[in-house]
């Protein structure tokens, strides 16, 4: 597919209100905002700035979630401007985790491994769970594919929460801890990137209909 627009999608005024679709965006709402709270407490008690990094992102992907709630079967303005804002969402996601990772490396703190790998397990399979019910619509507008990219990512930063967790304990050093976190702030810089143009390309699409024709 293409990373600006989907052929079959960017053309329609409006989508149609998927009853799946809605039932989809509530579970992955519940899920996301339950597992904030979880690695929000655990990387607090682990010292791990990868487990909070991944915190603010849960939070942030149910933040997405009910934005998409609010424009399901909205036209396709709405839907593109609604991408925006999340794109928006997840490039101040990606800043917060530099910034966090930069401070951490000032403190010099090493995270407790075992809850690293414990909690990033639990992640990974609400992560999983959630994109295997979202990879149907990962080709649609840019709504929908910032959704379907949220929750790639969010898996992928799972794996490499683990991986990290892994080699903390096998080097007794918060690196692993460090790098990781700047993978997943990459991973939300180049989706949120990815989301905002293709809703800039829709924005655009739309406002040449709304021009009459001379």
Same mark, same amino acid.
């Given at each position: 597919?293409?990373?600006?627009?989907?052929?079959?999608?960017? !053309?329609?005024?409006?989508?149609?209100?998927?009853?799946? /679709?809605?039932?989809?965006?509530?579970?992955?709402?519940?899920?996301? @905002?339950?597992?904030?709270? *979880?690695?929000?407490?655990? %990387? $607090?008690?682990?010292?791990?700035?990868?487990?909070?990094?991944?915190?603010?992102?849960?939070?942030?992907?149910? $933040?997405?979630? @009910?934005?998409?709630?609010?424009? +399901?079967? @909205?036209?396709?303005?709405?839907? =593109?401007?609604?991408?925006?804002?999340?794109?928006?969402?997840?490039?101040?996601?990606?800043?917060? +985790?530099? !910034?966090?990772?930069?401070?951490?490396?000032?403190?010099?703190?090493?995270?407790?491994? &075992?809850?690293?790998? =414990?909690?990033?397990?639990?992640?990974?399979a609400a992560n999983?769970? +959630?994109?295997?019910?979202?990879?149907?619509?990962?080709? !649609?507008?840019?709504? #929908?594919?910032? *959704? /379907?990219?949220?929750?790639?990512?969010?898996?992928?930063?799972?794996? &490499? +929460? #683990?991986?990290?967790?892994?080699?903390?304990l096998g080097t !007794?050093? =918060? /690196?692993?801890?460090?790098? *990781?976190? %700047? *993978?997943?702030?990459?991973? =939300?810089?180049?989706?949120? &990137?990815?989301?905002?143009?293709?809703?800039?390309?829709?924005?655009?699409?739309?406002?040449?209909k709304a021009v009459?024709?001379?």
């Amino acid at each position: 597919m293409n990373d600006d627009c989907c052929a079959s999608t960017c !053309g329609s005024e409006t989508a149609p209100a998927d009853p799946r /679709w809605r039932r989809i965006l509530w579970a992955a709402l519940i899920v996301n @905002a339950a597992m904030f709270l *979880v690695e929000m407490f655990a %990387g $607090a008690a682990a010292d791990s700035r990868a487990l909070q990094a991944d915190a603010l992102d849960f939070l942030g992907d149910a $933040a997405n979630y @009910a934005i998409s709630l609010a424009v +399901v079967g @909205a036209a396709l303005a709405w839907r =593109a401007r609604a991408a925006l804002l999340k794109s928006l969402f997840m490039l101040g996601f990606a800043a917060w +985790v530099f !910034g966090s990772a930069i401070f951490a490396f000032v403190n010099g703190t090493t995270p407790d491994p &075992a809850t690293m790998g =414990a909690v990033g397990a639990l992640a990974l399979a609400a992560n999983a769970g +959630v994109a295997l019910l979202l990879y149907r619509y990962r080709t !649609g507008d840019a709504n #929908m594919r910032s *959704v /379907w990219i949220c929750s790639r990512n969010d898996a992928i930063g799972n794996v &490499a +929460v #683990m991986l990290a967790a892994l080699g903390v304990l096998g080097t !007794g050093s =918060a /690196w692993p801890d460090l790098i *990781v976190a %700047g *993978v997943m702030a990459t991973l =939300a810089l180049t989706g949120g &990137a990815q989301v905002l143009r293709q809703a800039r390309t829709e924005l655009r699409a739309e406002a040449k209909k709304a021009v009459p024709a001379t």
